[in-house]
């Protein structure tokens, strides 16, 4: 009965690798986000989606892709990584706009070697 | 573009004392949030404060909202070690479609 789960949980991979961190909600929520949280535990905007329509797009290198197939789901797929882009990756959602109630996913903690 | 300061970024504190961490913001908001994110773990809500001489109290945890001085503060009463964990603010701008979270205040209660 999870509200919000990300899959993987970790993520250890090498410099210049494509992968992908999946997110689902179970709550109804109409909006999905990915927030970036660094090793100074400041969290920051990354995407925002509502009902499959992206809102938000902070500025976030364009290997970072987000793709929302459903409401329910929010995937975020990354090229070419590089060891700065670790960190963990937290999907959140909520009902209507971020001025309400955000539920955050367990996170993903990435590492890139 | 919006700002919000927490401070302290690090309060170490004994069981049974009481202490306030702050929130500062820079442009006005509609509403502010406090969230808690133990070591390893997610950020779960606490409060939403939505106007003015908003407070909230949750246990030993008691939120206000100041929107003319742009403040939010989250007293602790009476700490014990559950309440160990980062505490966050989040300010909502108006108009903008995003929440900015402060920079966290990890508190770490002493027995």
């Known amino acids: 009965d999870t509200a919000v789960s990300q899959t993987p949980k970790y993520l250890v991979t090498q410099m210049g690798n494509d992968k992908s961190i999946k997110c689902e909600q179970n709550?109804?929520?109409?909006?999905m986000y990915w927030y970036k949280q660094d090793s100074k535990k400041f969290l920051k905007i990354m995407f925002s989606y509502n009902n499959k329509e992206l809102i938000i797009n902070e500025t976030v290198p364009n290997r970072f892709s987000p793709k929302s197939p459903d409401k329910a789901h929010l995937n975020l797929h990354i090229n070419s990584l590089e060891l700065g882009d670790s960190a963990v990756y937290f999907c959140?959602?909520?009902?209507?706009?971020?001025?309400?109630?955000?539920?955050f996913g367990p996170g993903t903690r990435l590492l890139v070697l | 573009e919006l700002k919000v300061e927490q401070n302290p970024l690090f309060l170490s504190m004994q069981e049974g004392k009481n202490y306030t961490i702050y929130c500062n913001y820079s442009t006005t908001s509609d509403r502010l949030y406090w969230y808690r994110q133990d070591p390893g773990k997610s950020l779960e809500s606490l409060f939403v404060l939505l106007s003015n001489g908003a407070v909230k109290q949750e246990g030993r945890l008691m939120a206000s909202l100041d929107t003319k001085a742009r403040l939010s503060t989250l007293h602790i009463t009476a700490a014990v070690h559950d309440l160990s964990a980062t505490y966050f603010c989040?300010?909502?701008?108006?108009?903008?479609?995003?929440?900015?979270f402060g920079t966290g205040t990890r508190l770490t209660i002493i027995p």
């Open positions: 989040a300010v909502d701008h108006f108009g903008n479609e995003k929440l900015t």
């Open positions: 959140a959602s909520s009902q209507g706009g971020p001025a309400e109630t955000q539920y």
């Open positions: 709550l109804g929520h109409d909006t």
